[in-house]
């Protein structure tokens, strides 16, 4: 089975602009979740999204926002981009989203940088 | 409540030595203790997990000990090797749904 797949793999954007990222998850996964990683405060959950609904939310700011589409892929956008939205962003998917903890597979991350 | 504290920052051992990572957690509502590595440019690989309904899990060269009244949690990985050398983080789960709160993670390197 193919992993989970992020696209792109690397941006460059500037102050004020938006972006789009998009995850894969794993075939006949339906639960997918973002993460933020950086240096200063590591890896921090953004948010998680069951059958195209956002189920669970973390510490982040209206700029970021979400969405899964019938075949359980997701996007992530990110409107008014600031420098310090520079970070690898991690999608990860699991099996179920029976509403139970499970197993998160991580893809290999999208490269955010902001000048 | 959402903390989950990991020590040391980083490590270094030499071949054929034990690596021992350490967490510890706030939240009770946690029933769900995974070890992930990570190497540069990658995201983050499964090792192992835990449950609380045990205290020791072991797979291959890793082990997750358990203390569920101390709130604690360990990895050990016998045999170090330098192919171990990556970033190891702690997290916990199990509130609602698929969230994981990670540790800050622990540098390893494994001298040949």
């Known amino acids: 089975k193919a992993g989970v797949t992020q696209t792109p793999r690397y941006l460059i954007k500037t102050r004020g602009q938006q972006v789009t990222l998009s995850c894969s998850p794993i075939?006949?996964?339906?639960?997918v979740s973002w993460y933020q990683q950086t240096p200063g405060q590591g890896l921090q959950f953004l948010f998680e999204y069951f059958s195209e609904t956002q189920r669970n939310k973390g510490n982040f700011p209206g700029r970021f926002s979400g969405r899964q589409f019938s075949n359980s892929r997701s996007e992530m956008n990110v409107s008014t981009l600031e420098l310090g939205d520079s970070a690898l962003y991690l999608c990860?998917?699991?099996?179920?989203?029976?509403?139970?903890?499970?197993?998160?597979?991580f893809g290999p991350g999208t490269r955010l940088l902001v000048l | 409540q959402q903390q989950v504290k990991q020590s040391p920052q980083s490590l270094i051992v030499q071949k054929g030595g034990i690596s021992i990572i350490n967490c510890a957690y706030e939240n009770t509502a946690f029933d769900y203790f995974p070890w992930y590595q990570q190497f540069p440019g990658k995201g983050p690989a499964l090792l192992i997990a835990?449950?609380?309904?045990?205290s020791e899990k072991k797979e291959g060269r890793f082990t997750i000990s358990f203390n569920k009244s101390a709130k604690q949690f360990s990895l050990h990985i016998m045999d170090s090797q330098p192919g171990d050398s990556a970033t190891y983080f702690c997290a916990a789960g199990g509130e609602y749904g698929n969230k994981l709160v990670f540790g800050a993670g622990t540098i390893l390197r494994v001298k040949s």
């Open positions: 990860a998917s699991s099996p179920t989203g029976t509403g139970k903890q499970e197993t998160q597979y």
């Open positions: 835990i449950r609380p309904d045990v």
């Open positions: 075939s006949g996964h339906r639960s």
